[in-house]
């Protein structure tokens, strides 16, 4: 057993501790006065980090200050990917916590910035990633992390790290899908031309998805998913096996055709299609980015897009309906589920009882989705038919809304919901 006030070099001691599987805690290598500066950058610091995170508490304001001094050498000054990643699992889901976050940030800050060489693109890539998590985390952390997607962003004769480009591509949609920020599509569209080019054709097909879900017209709303529908098309071709982008290419051109009135054989094609493309994502995620856990898609992705190919089966059966203006509404719905669903983070936080756990982000990147193509007339059968398979407990209740709302359109000789007091709002999600 190692003595509990261990008195040798503190490396030499932590692999001792680790090694007879022992905790590693201050008192055991001798407390927070003995870590010299030099354990920073050791390999064995991601144990030190743990120990200062449970023992922070305890601490005095002069040790709270050797700690955050020791954290920020170790994340600037960092030169093993691995130590840098198990450091930043340590710390970052308590940072806000700690009261350490500015410190924290300009390390990672300064960490994702330096890239000349590929080790350094590799380190960049880990401290991207981590900032992008303490963004979600702490507010103020944001605009370092766009600070960072601005120089991305800027056009420069010098090629991102091939260690690099994948996760700046990663993230640059991710700030997209969360604060829908220009900077971050900007980033994109540059690294179009990398080669991270097929993750940035994806993050890009997505942010313009967004913007034609947020479209207040049909006209609009078409022209923007076969924006959408260029890049996925992009993606497909330059990566390898890529379904999630396969779903969205073969949904959109379903929704493409089957407003203009294609017949069921060439509808059918993108059902099949679909089909196969939700089979690969299913069976292991072929081809999907390796990410961190906190922002691969979950299971509710895969719910969500089981639900969206069911609804194109649905609709080509109803394609000679009388009501099929219906059914491109209903499964834009559904194609927005599946993108919130694949794009709601769960980033790891630490609570006061000294354990970390992870919350998700559902309704910060929810896309404003209200089938804007459909007619005043047509809204309250819209609406009707919604209500008839829905089983939300809001369902009548919105009805009810829409029926009141067109009433009073009807009066005023308006058209549109845009006129509707702002205290007269839907009850529930009802933005989606």
């Not at 709270?64 to 450091?87: Q, Y």
């Not at 407003?259 to 060439?266: K, Q």
Request: some cysteine.
């Amino acid at each position: 057993m190692v003595s509990p006030q261990g008195s040798g070099d503190p490396i030499s001691t932590i692999a001792e501790l680790v090694s007879t599987n022992q905790p590693v805690t201050l008192a055991a290598i001798g407390g927070i006065d003995a870590i010299p500066r030099s354990m920073a950058t050791s390999p064995m610091f991601p144990y030190v980090a743990n120990a200062l995170v449970t023992e922070w508490i305890s601490f005095s304001s002069s040790q709270r200050e050797v700690a955050s001094e020791l954290i920020e050498v170790a994340i600037k000054n960092a030169d093993s990917g691995l130590a840098l990643n198990d450091t930043c699992q340590a710390i970052v889901p308590a940072v806000a916590d700690l009261g350490i976050e500015f410190r924290v940030k300009e390390a990672l800050r300064i960490k994702a910035v330096v890239r000349k060489t590929s080790a350094q693109g590799a380190l960049a890539a880990i401290a991207i990633r981590w900032l992008t998590h303490l963004a979600a985390i702490a507010p103020t952390v944001r605009p370092a992390l766009l600070d960072v997607l601005s120089g991305i962003a800027l056009d420069s004769k010098d090629p991102e790290p091939t260690e690099f480009a994948p996760t700046a591509a990663q993230i640059a949609g991710i700030a997209h899908d969360f604060w829908r920020d220009q900077i971050a599509a900007d980033c994109l569209v540059r690294l179009t031309n990398s080669n991270a080019d097929s993750d940035s054709w994806f993050g890009l097909g997505q942010a313009r998805l967004v913007h034609a879900f947020e479209a207040d017209s049909s006209e609009t709303l078409i022209a923007g998913l076969m924006d959408a529908l260029e890049c996925f098309d992009n993606a497909t071709i330059v990566g390898e096996d890529r379904p999630d982008a396969m779903l969205y290419v073969h949904i959109i051109r379903f929704v493409r055709e089957f407003v203009n009135r294609a017949p069921t054989e060439m509808l059918e094609k993108h059902v099949q299609e679909a089909e196969f493309a939700l089979r690969q994502y299913i069976l292991g995620s072929t081809g999907l980015p390796d990410q961190p856990m906190w922002y691969r898609p979950t299971f509710a992705a895969e719910n969500a897009w089981i639900i969206a190919v069911n609804r194109i089966h649905h609709a080509n059966k109803r394609a000679t309906c009388n009501n099929a203006w219906y059914e491109p509404a209903i499964l834009i719905g559904a194609l927005s589920e599946a993108y919130v669903a694949a794009n709601t983070l769960s980033p790891l936080r630490y609570d006061s009882s000294g354990t970390v756990s992870s919350e998700a982000f559902v309704d910060l990147m929810t896309p404003r989705l209200t089938a804007p193509f459909l007619e005043d007339l047509e809204k309250l059968e819209f609406v009707r038919e919604w209500v008839a398979e829905s089983d939300s407990p809001n369902a009548e209740a919105f009805e009810a809304f829409v029926r009141l709302a067109i009433q009073d359109q009807s009066r005023r000789g308006s058209s549109g919901l845009e006129e509707v007091p702002p205290n007269q709002r839907p009850p529930g999600h009802t933005r989606r």
